[in-house]
């Protein structure tokens, strides 16, 4: 493998310019990817602080510690914070902006100016929220359901609505970026199927980013023209359909889910090929998955609707095409699996993350089955049950990448390598934590504890020790987060001095500095391999008996 | 059979106290016995992979595998055979739950801002307490005067939204008498988590004993039948409902309506439409003259109407009492006659 050897004192894309504004100007991607990295940490912080909050209360069945519309507003605020300004922007604006061009060997993304604009509007779209929240927040659950947020919450619903309004654009802006960007700027030779698979899971998420926001925005819109101006949309009274806002909701967030989880198995499939040296077994059906997510993610909504009303009909093909739009998540899963197969593993402190992730994505997943069948979900929707499930896919999924991804190219980011006995540690933290915290949720789900409750009925003693292990599980969690928070920083400035390509592996970004020069490449990289090649491709084995599958059409 | 010893040996179940919760826990078991297989093979073929394939020494580089499309043909074609086989065990399950039985005993409900509101057919009404008998079906007619709430029964496994401006239906069939848990489970506001009761499910003979102790209400077929002619309808629809200047209503409920533009089964939920807006369905040979009561009556008022047009028809469901009537004896087809001046709004 050849070696790129760059001497020190030169300059990169952190020291060509100093002063804040050359940052709050700044075109280049990397940078902006910092801004991003810097404020979804703040709002990620003020999220779990409402978490822990909620946690606490929990810890008895009475409501001793908030009165309960404190108490909803937190869980309201949490969820807000998590999944607009938190889940969403998460890996695309960060690792997704610093990377998107690097691994296909550009120097920027194809719209510099708007990628700089995307992050003003994320942080006008997030100042406006945290005004609310200060002005005396909002009640009204994530999920706005009318018409309680058209009518009766007398919360702060439209400053609320406008800020996640607002910030549906810098979604739609980075989604085009890269849809662009990956079509139009890739490498002489790096053609589609060369495409890391970070890269076609960012492909697949822009395109539900660009499809599906404009409904969310469009949703908000009508939510607040009928809370302002009393058209009749969604209440009833004034001759609207409630069930209506559910519909629409979910068009959109049921295909958010994806924005949230698929750039999560992009970083995961970067880390198994990475830290096992082989290529993606199954790199073409991994690939395609993502895309069929994106497609079929957009006609499961109804499943969100089972017990609201909706036809049994509507239902049952709801529930069917949840069901098939599972296996291609399957199908990564089992591809991640092989890919170890005869591999060389490491154990470094990214491959801790992604082996976590693909065990808690498949608890994830599977535990979406009893939502998706019609006779279970009838019990366990709006139970903790669903808190469950989703919380094993976006925080033992989404964040467990977004960690592993962070460690994993935080020498290519800051030029420094962080600790590793720490990482591993800290690792294993979250790891223990997070399950703790989880798993308990399942059971009460099915005992019948409601989500949203402030408080519960004392009667049921084991309700109470679900909730009591639950939130030591969260304090596991929380420490599990903040070790990280403190080694990373006092990397930046301790850490040793990360080489160019401190893990041996091929990928493009991995051959030029780090950090990388403002223009990313000296001179633009020519691919003449595959993904993931480190060893020449004459020595390829084929699996057990079966046949050799044919080369792909863009091979050699 | 099965049912009861996964029950007794599986903690954390909760109480299984109607005819379809313990259908609902064995789809639950199957998925988990699902889930439970395949996550520990995953976990195991991963753990034994990341063991046995450690990186040995740092400069070793694995010979590179080519996928294989008849693994993966194997690895889609699998669970989604498996995932199919689910979902139909659970849509036929639902299907059970959701397709309202014949002959069932009703209920009335009115969820609102923290409570919940029940009314028998004879009259009884409660507060979040419902008494019903074992070994009956139940049938729940449910609307909410406010938000969208969700009347949830762990122990019957059984949920189902109330939604403003419709009726929704729920049933069950208790089959243990005691008192069990009910919540509402769509968030709904401040005292959300206040808003929960107990059901309570009392064998048949205490049952009656408890509705002739309470039976000091008027029903709301009697309620309705008051409405009817304070509001005015009798002016059109006739005073003993026999029709005028608007259709008759005898026999109406239950029946399919010819429309100006289609036609539509006379149900709870086209009731309350009639009474509420009545311009979208209007019967052949009719003007569009009948004004909106929308506003001047409450969801409760509104079911208490229903009722009584309900008695108008001689496939009227049948009232409240802890016995199921013998299948196709028609009830009393007499409209009920009741000059109850009591308010139908407590
Ligand atoms: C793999 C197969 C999956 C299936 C079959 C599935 C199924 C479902 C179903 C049916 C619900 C509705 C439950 C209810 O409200 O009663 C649900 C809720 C949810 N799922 Fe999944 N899911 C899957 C994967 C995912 C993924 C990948 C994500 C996220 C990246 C996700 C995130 C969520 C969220 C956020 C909710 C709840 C939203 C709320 O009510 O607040 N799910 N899932
Ligand atoms: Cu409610």
Redo the contacts with the bound molecule.
């Keep these: 493998m050849e070696e790129f050897t760059i001497q020190p004192p030169r300059t990169n894309y952190l020291n060509a310019e100093y002063g804040i504004k050359s940052w709050l100007l700044t075109k280049d991607h990397k940078r902006i990817g910092i801004l991003y990295m810097g404020a979804i940490s703040f709002f990620f912080l003020i999220g779990s602080l409402y978490a822990m909050a909620i946690r606490l209360e929990l810890l008895t069945p009475q409501g001793d510690l908030t009165q309960s519309s404190t108490y909803n507003k937190m869980f309201t605020q949490h ?1 807000i914070i998590m ?1 607009f300004f938190f889940l969403i922007p998460s890996i695309p604006a960060t690792l997704g902006n610093f990377l998107v061009p690097m691994m296909i060997g550009a120097k920027d993304l194809a719209f510099p100016r708007i990628n700089l604009l995307s992050w003003y509007i994320y942080m006008l779209g997030g100042i406006i929220t945290i005004y609310a929240l200060l002005a005396g927040g909002v009640d009204t ?3 706005f359901y009318t018409p309680y947020s058209t009518t009766f919450s007398n919360s702060y619903v439209l400053a609320t609505g406008l800020g996640i309004f607002i910030n549906g654009f810098s979604s739609i802006l980075t989604g085009l970026n890269f849809i662009v960007t990956i079509h139009t700027m890739r490498a002489p030779g790096m053609t589609w199927y060369r495409l890391p698979l970070f890269i076609w899971s960012h492909y697949a998420t822009s395109l539900i980013m660009i499809l599906g926001t404009p409904v969310i925005a469009i949703t908000v819109l009508l939510l607040a023209f009928e809370r302002l101006a009393k058209i009749g949309i969604f209440d009833p009274a004034l001759g609207g359909d409630p069930v209506l806002f559910q519909h629409l909701f979910w068009f959109y ?2 295909p958010a ?2 924005i ?2 698929l750039p999560g198995m992009g970083v995961v499939s970067e880390l198994i090929a990475n830290f096992s040296r082989k290529n993606i077994f199954g790199y073409k059906f991994v690939a395609f998955s993502s895309l069929a997510i994106a497609v079929f993610g957009f006609l ?1 909504w109804g ?2 609707l ?2 609201a009303s909706q036809s049994v009909y509507a239902g049952m093909i709801f529930s069917f095409l ?2 098939a ?2 296996i291609p ?2 199908i990564k899963v089992f591809n991640w699996t092989a890919t170890l197969y005869k591999a060389s593993i490491s154990y470094d402190t990214p491959m801790l993350y992604a082996l976590g992730f693909i065990g808690l ?1 498949t608890i ?3 535990t ?2 009893f ?2 069948a019609l006779a279970t ?1 009838v019990h ?3 139970t903790y049950f ?1 808190i469950a ?2 919380h094993y ?2 925080v033992g ?2 964040l467990l990448a977004y960690l592993g991804g962070l460690h994993y190219w935080w020498p290519k980011v800051s030029g420094r390598m962080y600790p590793e006995g720490w990482g591993r540690f800290s690792a294993l933290v979250v790891f223990i934590g997070f399950n703790l915290t989880f798993s308990p949720q399942f059971v009460l789900g099915y005992m019948g504890m409601p ?1 949203r409750y402030h408080t519960y009925p004392v009667e049921e003693v084991s309700w109470q020790v679900l909730h009591v292990l639950s939130t030591a599980g969260a304090s596991i969690l929380g420490i599990g987060l903040l070790i990280p928070l403190i080694y990373l920083a006092w990397s930046l400035r301790y850490g040793r001095l990360a080489e160019a390509n401190p893990w041996q592996l091929p990928g493009l970004e991995w051959q030029t500095a780090s950090p990388p020069p403002t223009e990313n490449f000296i001179e633009t990289p020519i691919v003449r391999e595959e993904a993931y090649e480190f060893a020449p491709p004459e020595t390829k084995e084929v699996v057990g008996k079966f046949e050799r599958e044919k080369p792909f059409p863009f091979y050699g | 059979m099965l049912m009861l010893l996964l029950q007794s040996w599986i903690p954390f179940i909760p109480e299984s106290a109607s005819t379809l919760s313990d259908d609902v826990d064995a789809v639950y078991f199957y998925i988990s016995g699902v889930t439970v297989f395949f996550v520990t093979l995953i976990s195991l073929v991963i753990i034994f992979f990341v063991i046995r394939y450690r990186r040995r020494n740092p400069f070793e580089i694995p010979r590179p595998v080519e996928g294989s499309t008849k693994l993966e043909t194997l690895w889609s074609v699998i669970p989604l055979v498996i995932s199919m086989t689910i979902f139909v065990w659970g849509a036929k399950v639902y299907f059970a739950q959701y397709r309202p039985p014949q002959h069932a005993m009703e209920v009335y409900v009115v969820g609102k801002q923290w409570m919940w509101k029940f009314q028998h057919t004879t009259g009884q009404r409660e507060i979040n307490e419902l008494h019903v008998p074992v070994g009956r079906k139940v049938k729940l007619i449910m609307t909410t005067e406010d938000v969208i709430h969700d009347l949830f029964f762990p122990a019957f496994r059984n949920k189902m939204d109330v939604v403003p401006g419709k009726y929704t239906v729920q049933w069950f069939e208790a089959t243990k008498p005691g008192r069990y848990h009910f919540f509402c489970a769509e968030y709904c506001g401040m005292n959300h988590s206040g808003m929960r009761g107990y059901i309570e499910v009392m064998e048949p003979a205490a049952f009656d004993n408890w509705l002739s102790g309470n039976a000091n209400a008027a029903s709301p077929a009697a309620v309705g039948h008051s409405l009817y002619e304070s509001l005015g309808c009798a002016s059109c629809h006739g005073a003993n409902a026999e029709g005028g200047r608007g259709p008759t209503l005898l026999g109406v409920f239950g029946s399919n309506r010819v429309l100006n533009n289609g036609t539509a089964k006379a149900d709870e939920g086209y009731v309350r439409e009639s009474i509420i807006n009545p311009q979208a369905k209007v019967v052949t040979g009719f003007g569009p003259i009948m004004p909106s009561f929308q506003g001047q009556v409450t969801e409760e008022q509104l079911l208490s109407l229903v009722a009584y047009i309900k008695s108008l028809s001689t496939t009227q469901p049948e009232t409240t009492t802890a016995k199921p009537p013998a299948t196709g004896t028609p009830q009393s087809a007499n409209p009920v006659r009741s000059s109850s001046p009591t308010s139908p709004n407590r």
């Design positions: 969820g999944v659950g994530w999920t967030s049921h889910v994806y949230m989880v499961v499943h969100h089972f017990v949840s069901f739009v599972a998540s399957a994505f994830g997943g599977m979406g089955l939502l998706a979900d366990l929707s709006d669903v499930h989703f896919i976006m999924g989404t989500r």
